[in-house]
């Protein structure tokens, strides 16, 4: 990772009074993907790229503690989002591409001390195969009989209100496999509360299912069977050898020529003729066009003076915090790993740990041979409290649910805490007419662009479509 403060490498002395074509304020990876994008279409373009933090990446960062390659924040792209992949491609990295191990494409669900399997075919909430799942013990014979209903439980036929993922899933599943499945599974990817994650927002795979299939049994059996008639598994995520930070090294790295400064928040933004004015430190930056790569709050923040109908949706979008408690011990020291990438806890279970990963089983070269890298996950929003814990609570509870999980016992040898406080956006029931409102009303302010994970999705794909979107012939940014 680069963490030199001031300007960056390939940097451009700005002349004073100098006027960019384009600001970008956030060196995160949208940030970065969007000034790479611009600059691709416009080598002359004059781009500044400000960034808060004495570093780029934002919460994607890679490092390697004691021959370990850790993560602190992201660690997979999904390949079935395309764009992620493009940018990677695009940033010549294609070959540094490394998908799961094929011994790791399997989860594992906490049941009380035991770690239950993922029954072949579940796919999120719904089995697609019905014997794996009748044998498994992730969910009680009653609570089996309930799921089984969804097969002649009538689909929802009128529009009615956007649901919550847990009233849907109640709705067609029942209780316990909302409880079992669905909320660790589903919620665990943006760390939410089912009761209020909108299943439109997050999931409309399912809302599709039983509108066409009325039945989520019966869509997924037919998903189960299209997939093995396709050939062999390919592995859903990918990450590169280095790890996700190498992304941001070489996003940076590919902004020659552009102004990057890291070390410098922008305060405030106006606007500036037809342009736009921000307050730094260093004093006002001007420029044709602005893009605000920030969470959605932050966003809120810059644009208050300038649009308050905006910034009022924008501050609406909920975020949470989370943690990741990277450590290191010799396997011996586990029980028996399953073959697995990791698991994750639901939350009945009334521990802190949300989820694990297996590091050093779900990408290669992750850890020394004989060891465990394993990757704790503490907060969201179901445990608010947990991430604003003193170092020494967090680590000592993360301790006690690994012992009682994977037989944990002995210290470990060296163990990392990364906080991210309001990162995870939680795509909440309204998520999508919110998103709207906020594109309809950006749209309206001439030079005004938003990159994020607080709109149309929360991924690093997400972004690099938004970036793409940006720079693309016919986008006002892009002139
Ligand atoms: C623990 C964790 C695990 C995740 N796992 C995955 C995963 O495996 N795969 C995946 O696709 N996604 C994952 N995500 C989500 C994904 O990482 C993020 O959505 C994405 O990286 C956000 O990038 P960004 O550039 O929008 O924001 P950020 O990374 O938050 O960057 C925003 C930047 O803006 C800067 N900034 C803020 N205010 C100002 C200001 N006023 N002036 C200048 N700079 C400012 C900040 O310092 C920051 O560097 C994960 C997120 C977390 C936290």
């Known amino acids: 990772m680069r963490g030199d403060a001031g300007t960056g490498p390939g940097t451009r002395n700005p002349e004073p ?53 850790c993560e602190h ?19 010549g990295l294609g070959g540094e591409v490394i998908g799961t191990e094929p011994d790791a494409r399997a989860g594992l669900i906490a049941r009380g001390r035991r770690l239950v399997p993922v029954p072949e075919g579940l796919y999120l909430m719904a089995p697609g195969r019905i014997l794996p799942f009748l044998r498994s013990p992730l969910v009680s014979w009653p609570g089996k009989l309930r799921m089984g ?19 849907f899933v109640r709705r067609r599943l029942g209780r ?58 390919y592995s859903l995520f990918a990450t590169l050898r280095g790890g996700l930070g190498a992304l941001v090294d070489r996003l940076v790295e590919r902004l020659d020529g552009c102004e990057l400064r890291t070390g410098c928040p922008v305060a405030g933004l106006a606007r500036d003729g037809d342009g736009w004015c921000a307050a730094t430190a260093a004093g006002p930056i001007r420029a044709r066009r602005v ?16 649009d308050r109908t905006l910034a009022d949706d924008l501050a609406a979008v909920p975020y949470a915090g989370v943690a990741t408690i990277s450590l290191a011990v010799p396997l011996a020291d586990l029980d028996p790993l399953p073959a697995a990438a990791g698991f994750v806890v639901p ?16 990408y290669a070269g992750r850890a020394p041979a004989g060891w465990a890298h394993l990757r704790a996950f503490v907060g969201g929003a179901l445990h608010p409290g947990d991430t604003d814990c003193s170092d020494d609570d967090l680590k000592a509870a993360v301790r006690r649910d690994l012992g009682d999980l994977l037989g944990l016992r002995t210290e470990p040898r060296w163990l990392a805490l990364h906080r991210w406080s309001r990162a995870m956006c939680q795509p909440e029931v309204g998520h999508r007419e919110r998103t709207a409102r906020i594109r309809t009303r950006a749209a309206q302010i001439p030079g005004l662009h938003l990159v994020g994970n607080g709109y149309e999705g929360v991924g690093i794909p997400d972004l690099a479509e938004q970036a793409e979107r940006i720079a693309q012939p016919g986008e006002p940014s892009s002139k």
């Open 149 to 167: 209903l969804d097969l002649v439980i009538p689909p929802r036929t009128r529009p009615g209100r956007e649901e919550s993922l847990a009233a």
């Open 17 to 69: 009074g100098t006027r960019y074509d384009h600001l970008i304020i956030g060196g995160g990876v949208g940030g970065l993907a969007a000034a790479f994008r611009l600059r691709q279409r416009h080598p002359a373009a004059r781009i500044v790229v400000c960034e808060a933090a004495d570093r780029f990446g934002g919460v994607t960062a890679s490092s390697v503690v004691d021959g370990f390659q």
């Open 347 to 362: 939350a009945v279970e009334g521990r802190t740990l949300l989820a694990c990963t297996f590091v050093h089983r779900k």
């Open 291 to 306: 893009v605000l790569a920030l969470p959605a709050w932050a966003a809120a923040r810059l644009v208050a003076p300038v």
């Open 176 to 233: 316990e496999a909302l409880e079992r499945i669905a909320q660790p599974l589903v919620g665990g990817i943006y760390t939410a509360d089912p009761e209020r994650l909108s299943v439109a927002a997050t999931m409309p795979l399912f809302l599709e299912a039983e509108r066409e299939h009325g039945s989520l049994i019966r869509a997924m059996r037919r998903r189960v069977d299209a997939a093995s008639a396709s050939g062999p598994r």
């Open 73 to 91: 924040g992201p660690d997979s792209l999904v390949r079935t989002k395309p764009a992620g992949m493009r940018l990677v491609n695009d940033l």
